[in-house]
């Protein structure tokens, strides 16, 4: 064991003092939980989870109105298969085929095991699990347990890794991959950690699975729990190839407490207004300015419901034209904006709405005279949950902002979650970039928990062996702990303060690297991330007293950032136009819409890029390398029993 006795700013410690395991797990998340499971299944008992906190990250401190579990379709009689959800998956573009048919076909298994540990996921007297339709998907594949269905994940993990008796170190925050060379190729070895902000860990391991969630930290505007910055620099300092970066996902949520404001929030169509900056004076209606009609008007704020992320196909007469009056109001107008579920908006009534909003409320006993009466006659918790974080819908408006919500591309994945150029590494959860373009609503809970199916099988039945050569091993971690240490020493005397630093960062990414993007700004602000990026490297990071966890992390990030705009840059040299949840200001584009000023002009999106896959590698601390990879289809060889079985049970399926 490892001898918490060293203050990390002392000399560096003998290899008597490193951790052994023979897998670890960076991350206590759904997805890292459930590998931490699966692995145990699987015979893979030596195994360590790594983590900040059980109650820290996305997983446990998010939801949203009904928070979506994406599936196969298991309830009546609609006709589902997993190469129809694959397809599904792939219609926005930019994502593999094998890649979706895995997600489609494991998406039941996730499931059960998710059932079998105790989620109470709805089913019918005939125990036909019930689903309904989600954003991008024309099935009924969604399911839900409410607004906390990956906390409730998380929590039913966490009870059976106890169960099993795997170890969870806490307190714990990885600041450094450990790589080497081995057969000519790149591998990891292991990990460096602070423990308690006071002690430096080192960590030997055979692999290491990475799920450490999505890359919160970037983002001024952020729905992000806020205990969540996301560590996938710490991959891409590595130099881990990285898929489809700039493909994030936006939308409406609320700012004093982090929460998305779909479903049913829009449903009951509440009042727009903005305030002057001081929040109280100076109230009016914003939203009835830019539309024709309180009908056209109140019908695209019903659409929000079911249309939450941003999407570039909707700017033009859709429902994402909102998202975009929502930042001309905070963003150029320097006002702040909120719904106020005290008063309906401007020519409200139940009959001049749009049949479909019209019907729903019927259908749904919600026909009141008020959007917070309609609210509770449909979805109450949704009210109890801001309640519960200080704020009373009946007698306060709820401020909301468009927020940094997803990144559909991360770190880049084999079919079984394997790095594609780290051996033995394995980023599963947000950090691995298996979606594309769009993704279906709740299609991330799922591949999260496939991506722990898939990395503890292979793990088991391809690296459960040592391999590693431990002199090697013991000079690679060696060497990384002297550099941690070298610049934790920088950092007492750094100019760069880690408050101002990340400060710097998510102004910069929400300024450039969020839903609006122009060139005319981002070269500029590129720039000034790799100047930040050389600065913090050479100079280190202030801890600002003795966080140099904060410190660390701030490094990790400034190196992410640059990584993510390089990526962003790429895109836009190429003209690939807007799509997904962002949009490409364009002086000669098409015009969202004649009440906008001609600022608000797009690139219309280029379809040849949508089988294609942008792949980033940081290839020094100064530059970085790409390629647009074609799209691997979905397999369509029909399979035959005994052929698969064969393949099976030699073991040819992991090659």
């Known amino acids: 064991m490892l001898k918490n006795t060293t203050n990390y700013l002392f000399p560096v410690k003998e290899p008597s003092d490193f951790h052994r395991v023979h897998t670890l797990i960076i991350g206590s998340g759904a997805a890292g939980l459930n590998a931490a499971v699966q692995l145990f299944r699987n015979g893979v008992k030596d195994i360590l989870i790594l ?15 009904k928070q979506t579990y994406y599936k196969l379709s298991m309830c009546g009689s609609e006709n589902d298969s997993p190469e129809s959800m694959a397809e599904s998956y792939l219609f926005g573009g930019a994502m593999h085929g094998d890649i979706a048919l895995i997600e489609s076909s494991l998406s039941s298994k996730a499931f059960f095991n998710l059932v079998n540990l105790g989620i109470p996921f709805p089913h019918d007297k005939y125990g036909q699990y019930v689903g309904y339709k989600t954003d991008h998907d024309p099935h009924q594949r969604a399911t839900s347990v409410g607004p906390y269905t990956s906390q409730e994940m998380c929590k039913h993990l966490a009870n059976e890794v106890k169960n099993l008796g795997i170890p969870i170190y806490e307190n714990r925050e990885v600041i450094k991959l450990v790589t080497t060379i081995q057969n000519k190729e790149k591998r990891i070895v292991g990990a460096v950690a602070i423990f308690d902000d006071k002690i430096l860990e080192a960590y030997i391991a055979e692999n290491i699975i990475f799920a450490v969630g999505g890359p919160g930290g970037l983002y001024k505007t952020s729905v992000y729990p806020e205990v969540h910055f996301g560590s996938i620099g710490l991959a891409l300092m590595e130099g881990a190839e990285a ?29 727009f207004i903005s305030r002057a900056p001081d929040g109280v004076s100076d109230e009016r209606e914003f939203l009835i300015d830019y539309f024709d009609s309180a009908h056209e008007m109140n019908g695209n704020v019903f659409l929000k419901g079911y249309q939450w992320p941003f999407d570039a196909n909707k700017v033009f007469d859709g429902s994402s034209i909102i998202d975009i009056l929502v930042y001309i109001e905070t963003v150029e107008n320097n006002r702040r904006v909120f719904l106020d579920f005290r008063k309906n908006p401007h020519g409200f009534s139940i009959e001049n709405l749009p049949d479909d909003a019209k019907n729903y409320l019927i259908r749904s006993n919600a026909a009141y005279d008020s959007p917070i009466e309609r609210l509770s006659a449909m979805n109450p918790g949704a009210i109890e949950l801001f309640k519960h974080n200080n704020i009373d819908l009946f007698t306060e408006p709820l401020e909301i902002a468009v927020c940094a919500q997803h990144n559909n591309g991360g770190l880049s994945g084999s079919i079984w979650w394997e790095s594609t150029n780290i051996k033995h590494f ?3 959860g947000e950090v691995n970039g298996s979606h594309g373009v769009n993704r279906p609503g709740g299609s991330a809970l799922n591949s999260g928990q496939v991506g722990g199916f898939r990395a503890a099988e292979f793990i088991a039945n391809q690296y459960s062996n040592s391999s590693l050569d431990y002199d090697d091993v013991n000079k690679q971690i060696r060497k990384s ?7 934790t020493q920088l950092s007492k005397q750094s100019p760069f303060s880690y408050k101002n630093v990340l400060k710097d960062i998510q102004n910069r990414m929400t300024f450039v690297g969020s839903h609006i993007r122009s060139k005319e700004f981002l070269e500029d602000e590129l720039a000034q991330a790799k100047k930040l990026v050389r600065e913090i490297l050479s100079f280190g990071c202030s801890p600002d007293g003795d966080s140099y966890k904060m410190a660390f992390r701030a490094l990790q990030l400034s190196y992410a950032h640059w990584i993510y705009l390089e990526s962003i840059n790429i895109m836009l040299d190429d003209n690939v136009g807007s799509r997904g949840s962002y949009i490409v200001l364009d002086p000669f584009g098409k015009k969202i819409n004649n009440k906008l000023s001609d600022k608000w002009r797009i690139q219309l999106e280029n379809p040849s890029f949508r089988n294609k896959i942008l792949v980033t590698q940081a290839i020094s601390n100064d530059s970085i390398d790409y390629d647009w990879k074609s799209t691997r289809p979905v397999p369509q060889n029909q399979p035959w029993f005994e052929t698969v079985w064969s393949e099976f049970l030699s073991g040819e399926i992991y090659k």
């Open 243 to 271: 898929n489809n970066l700039p493909e994030s996902q936006f939308g409406l949520a609320s700012v004093k407490f982090r929460w998305n404001v779909s479903g049913t929030y829009m449903q009951v169509i509440p009042k």
């Open 51 to 65: 983590t900040e906190g059980l109650n820290k990250g996305t997983s446990i401190n998010t939801g949203s109105d």
């Open 481 to 487: 702990l002297e550099e941690v240490v070298n610049w």
């Open 426 to 428: 394995f980023p599963i």
